[in-house]
């Protein structure tokens, strides 16, 4: 199954799988394109949102879905993607509290497993960059800087997912964990 999202709105276009999601439509002047995504990734979005409120904590979601990864990263990610292109890509934040912490979730499609394989591996080291948080596209969070932050993630055939949960004022390792278990895609 896919999910088909243009600004902002996901509705199903039937079955698909995640090595043949692309561009739904061509898109079309002053609105944002269409992109088909894997319903894995907005399930993963929906499921962390469910088990950390289940947990007791307030969450505020926000997500956003692209083609172009490359201009929506930086570091030594930003330079794979320049030569390896997306097919897809969807960023997912949540603030949980009043601005405590943020969880910054991606899922992005590559055109094949290996090219996913290479990206995670990437993605994984250290100090090699990330797709841009989309919470850092917010004034207010603009200068949080997830170097350093609690990370994990995963591949699912040719998409990878990425979680990092960063706290905005000081909170006990624990909770970071807590939040970080549960916010695996």
Not at 155 to 176: E, M
Request: glycine letters at 8%.
């Amino acid at each position: 199954m896919s999910v088909v999202v243009g600004a902002g709105a996901f509705a199903s276009s039937g079955p698909s799988t995640p090595a043949r999601a692309k561009p739904a439509n061509p898109p079309s002047r002053g609105r944002s394109p269409k992109v088909t995504v894997p319903a894995d990734a907005q399930a993963g979005f929906k499921q962390a949102e469910a088990r950390l409120s289940a947990r007791g904590f307030t969450t505020r979601p926000e997500t956003k879905l692209d083609t172009d990864c490359a201009a929506k990263s930086y570091g030594r990610v930003h330079d794979f993607f320049v030569a390896n292109p997306c097919k897809w890509l969807a960023r997912a934040y949540l603030q949980i509290g009043d601005s405590e912490v943020l969880v910054a979730i991606s899922w992005v499609g590559m055109p094949t497993e290996e090219m996913a394989a290479a990206y995670k591996r990437l993605v994984d080291t250290p100090g090699a960059g990330n797709v841009t948080e989309l919470s850092r596209e917010k004034k207010l969070y603009r200068k949080i800087d997830y170097a350093g932050s609690a990370h994990s993630s995963g591949i699912d055939g040719t998409a990878v997912w990425n979680v990092q949960v960063k706290p905005v004022f000081p909170r006990p390792n624990t909770l970071v964990a807590t939040i970080l278990t549960d916010s695996r895609q």
